[in-house]
């Protein structure tokens, strides 16, 4: 079996950093949403899309482990990759590495589902599993 993988590269903007002049940790669940994105976005899935046919994908759960920070101006790069778990959820396992050495800078496991716009329950749209898996 093939695991599908994505890579997505980035820099850290000075308007990220805290009083310490890192990036502050809250930031870094904007890295790994928007590497999620991009990579869905490479699989025809597009969040706007599907909140208009009424179904929203959303973040239920984050575990991150913090190794090294980054500071301003570090190009760094995401490297994620998804399973499905059980009927509803969706696990992407994305990693941050700097990219001048390929230092480890964290380590996230995201774990997102579908909810019904007009029920507010989870749902997992047929049409969507086609698409990733």
């Not at 890192?22 to 025809?44: C, D, E, P, W």
């Not at 500071?71 to 509803?88: C, E, M, N, P, R």
């Not at 994305?94 to 029920?119: E, P």
């Amino acid at each position: 079996m093939t695991i599908d993988s994505f890579v997505w590269n980035s820099e850290v903007q000075q308007n990220e950093l805290d009083i310490q002049k890192i990036v502050n940790n809250a930031v870094y669940l904007q890295y790994f949403s928007q590497a999620r994105i991009h990579y869905l976005l490479t699989k025809g899935v597009d969040w706007e899309e599907w909140h208009r046919k009424g179904v929203n994908i959303v973040l239920i759960h984050v575990d991150i482990s913090f190794k090294h920070s980054l500071k301003a101006h570090d190009q760094f790069y995401i490297h994620s990759t998804y399973k499905k778990s059980g009927k509803l959820k969706i696990i992407f396992d994305q990693t941050i590495y700097k990219t001048h050495d390929h230092k480890l800078v964290a380590k996230g496991i995201n774990t997102l589902t579908c909810v019904s716009v007009q029920t507010g329950k989870p749902i997992m749209p047929q049409e969507l599993v086609d698409l990733l898996f």
